[in-house]
């Protein structure tokens, strides 16, 4: 197959973004060439990661990390503007980024962010590229908004979750899309290894007691079956990002999309790197494969 070059469009989900790795790794490794890439919140973090050189050596750290590494990482707080300041892992994207333009970047990238004063949809096209993801990664309620240049930023899947529309001005052969929120039912499971399962059952127990003692000190609902502040909000954003996806999907048709189940994972689970890059790797391939199938 003679090298494709690829538009590519990472659509925001939170923890399911680590899906964007293994599949951009299949992607790659396919003979594909990605030329362009815009990206919502996670979608933005891993295509600027990819677009600066780093997202080898990033997902190398991720892997690393277990449940209690991700909660030391998050820097909580119980600020009204948000539970997660956000900075400890900013450092560390500093330190790989450095203080990268996104003008200087070898390919055109695109972050997405929202406005908070304006509600309106922000393209982050040039200036710093730590500055740009930042922006796109502040999930409301969760991590505190992003201030640049007087504005105050929030996250780019709140308007837009599958930022189409700015590569659809680049010259490329194909635009893939990697849609995060697909309601897909997975005709063959994806099981996770015994390590994973473990590891899982861990985070949890530790997970809910962290949630009991946020859920005192914010005063917020009360705890009613299995339905906790967190799990409402995170259910929320996914239906609401679902819907928004559909929208962007019929307004901009990409030539393929990849279809990563929300039921993966729940946004907040980021202690499940390993598992969520395979699923992405495995989905990619299961997709790009249909997709050649059908255009030899």
């Given at each position: 197959?003679?090298?494709?070059?690829?538009?590519?469009?990472?659509?925001?989900?939170?923890?399911?973004?680590?899906?964007?790795?293994?599949?951009?790794?299949?992607?790659?490794?396919?003979?594909?060439?990605?030329?362009?890439?815009?990206?919502?919140?996670?979608?933005?973090?891993?295509?600027?990661?990819?677009?600066?050189?780093?997202?080898?050596?990033?997902?190398?750290?991720?892997?690393?990390?277990?449940?209690?590494?991700?909660?030391?990482?998050?820097?909580?707080?119980?600020?009204?503007?948000?539970?997660?300041?956000?900075?400890?892992?900013?450092?560390?994207?500093?330190?790989?980024?450095?203080?990268?333009?996104?003008?200087?970047?070898?390919?055109?990238?695109?972050?997405?962010?929202?406005e908070l004063t304006s509600q309106k949809e922000v393209w982050f096209q040039k200036g710093p590229?730590?500055?740009?993801?930042?922006?796109?990664?502040?999930?409301?309620?969760?991590?505190?908004?992003?201030?640049?240049?007087?504005?105050?930023?929030?996250?780019?899947?709140?308007?837009?979750?599958?930022?189409?529309?700015?590569?659809?001005?680049?010259?490329?052969?194909?635009?893939?899309?990697?849609?995060?929120?697909?309601?897909?039912?997975?005709?063959?499971?994806?099981?996770?290894?015994?390590?994973?399962?473990?590891?899982?059952?861990?985070?949890?127990?530790?997970?809910?007691?962290?949630?009991?003692?946020?859920?005192?000190?914010?005063?917020?609902?009360?705890?009613?079956?299995?339905?906790?502040?967190?799990?409402?909000?995170?259910?929320?954003?996914?239906?609401?990002?679902?819907?928004?996806?559909?929208?962007?999907?019929?307004?901009?048709?990409?030539?393929?999309?990849?279809?990563?189940?929300?039921?993966?994972?729940?946004?907040?689970?980021?202690?499940?790197?390993?598992?969520?890059?395979?699923?992405?790797?495995?989905?990619?391939?299961?997709?790009?494969?249909?997709?050649?199938?059908?255009?030899?």
């Amino acid at each position: 197959m003679s090298q494709k070059r690829v538009s590519l469009v990472l659509g925001s989900g939170g923890a399911r973004g680590y899906a964007h790795i293994g599949a951009i790794e299949e992607i790659i490794s396919r003979g594909y060439i990605i030329c362009a890439i815009s990206g919502s919140s996670m979608g933005a973090l891993i295509g600027g990661l990819y677009a600066c050189g780093k997202l080898k050596e990033y997902s190398s750290w991720v892997q690393t990390l277990d449940f209690l590494d991700v909660i030391k990482l998050l820097d909580i707080t119980f600020a009204s503007s948000g539970l997660i300041r956000g900075d400890k892992i900013i450092e560390k994207l500093e330190e790989m980024i450095g203080d990268t333009l996104i003008e200087d970047l070898d390919i055109p990238y695109t972050a997405v962010a929202t406005e908070l004063t304006s509600q309106k949809e922000v393209w982050f096209q040039k200036g710093p590229l730590i500055d740009a993801i930042r922006a796109s990664i502040a999930i409301p309620t969760f991590f505190t908004p992003h201030k640049h240049k007087d504005r105050l930023f929030l996250d780019g899947g709140i308007v837009n979750p599958l930022p189409i529309a700015p590569i659809m001005s680049q010259f490329s052969d194909m635009v893939i899309a990697i849609n995060l929120n697909s309601n897909k039912i997975l005709h063959k499971p994806i099981e996770p290894t015994e390590e994973e399962k473990r590891e899982s059952e861990e985070a949890k127990n530790i997970f809910a007691q962290f949630i009991e003692s946020a859920e005192k000190r914010l005063s917020q609902l009360k705890k009613e079956e299995e339905l906790t502040y967190i799990s409402v909000i995170s259910r929320s954003i996914d239906t609401m990002q679902n819907i928004l996806t559909n929208y962007k999907i019929a307004g901009y048709r990409p030539d393929l999309i990849i279809e990563i189940p929300k039921e993966c994972a729940m946004f907040y689970e980021f202690h499940r790197a390993k598992e969520l890059i395979r699923v992405g790797r495995e989905l990619a391939k299961e997709a790009l494969e249909d997709f050649e199938r059908q255009n030899p």
